[in-house]
């Protein structure tokens, strides 16, 4: 079954708005990740927290972690229409170097 | 700065027909992941390569076969195409500090 589970599946925002999007899964890892797709496109990588970590910032982005909980969200916050896209965590499974990714919020910014 | 590269980007096939798809991943790059992903669908993972050898297999049907390179470059190789086989399939690369650096991807369509 799928490692992660994402939550909510769609999420639809204005400009300025935050968006927080959850991400769970089931097993130990080392790692999660978080990764943008823009319709039909490749997936580009954003944010990498460590199972030690429980929270990191990149610009205006900002990953929890709770391991405890097996759980994870994404904040984007100030979004921009521009950030309209399909996000999805991805863990590592306790060390194996393949991802297995969630099935991903589908966030749309309108202008 | 140098990406994946895929090629083609885009391919038609009739049922029961042969495709091979192309990667090229980034210069210094020693693993190749192969991920599959229909419409609305997370990435599924299919195999990977480390140093021209198989390092993990997934949800890779038996008619799937993938090898990489001496120049380090992979091939995805699909026979008796299936309806069902129509989906997004992408490479990554990653120089083992976990994160994966994600190609455009190749749409194929079976018709």
């Known amino acids: 079954s799928q490692q992660g589970e994402e939550d909510p599946q769609a999420l639809s925002i204005q400009e300025g708005e935050n968006a927080t999007m959850n991400c769970s899964y089931k097993t130990s890892i080392n790692n999660l990740q978080w990764y943008r797709q823009n319709s039909g496109r490749g997936l580009v990588h954003l944010i990498l927290i460590r199972s030690n970590e429980r929270e990191k910032h990149s610009g205006r982005l900002r990953v929890t972690l709770d391991t405890s909980k097996k759980s994870s969200s994404l904040l984007i916050t100030a979004s921009r229409a521009a950030d309209t896209a399909s996000y999805f965590c991805a863990t590592d499974q306790g060390g194996s170097e393949k991802l297995v990714f969630g099935k991903g919020t589908k966030l749309t910014v309108n202008p | 700065a140098a990406g994946v590269i895929q090629s083609p980007r885009h391919l038609i096939k009739e049922k029961r027909e042969t495709a091979t798809l192309k990667c090229y991943p980034i210069p210094r790059h020693d693993t190749v992941y192969w991920y599959q992903q229909g419409p609305g669908q997370d990435p599924q993972f299919l195999i990977s390569?480390?140093?021209?050898?198989?390092?993990d297999k997934g949800s890779i049907p038996d008619r799937f076969s993938a090898q990489q390179f001496s120049d380090y470059h992979s091939e995805l190789n699909m026979s008796s195409l299936e309806l069902g086989d129509s989906a997004l399939y992408f490479c990554a690369s990653s120089s083992g500090d976990e994160k994966l650096f994600f190609g455009s991807g190749t749409q194929l369509s079976v018709l």
């Open positions: 390569f480390y140093e021209k050898m198989q390092s």
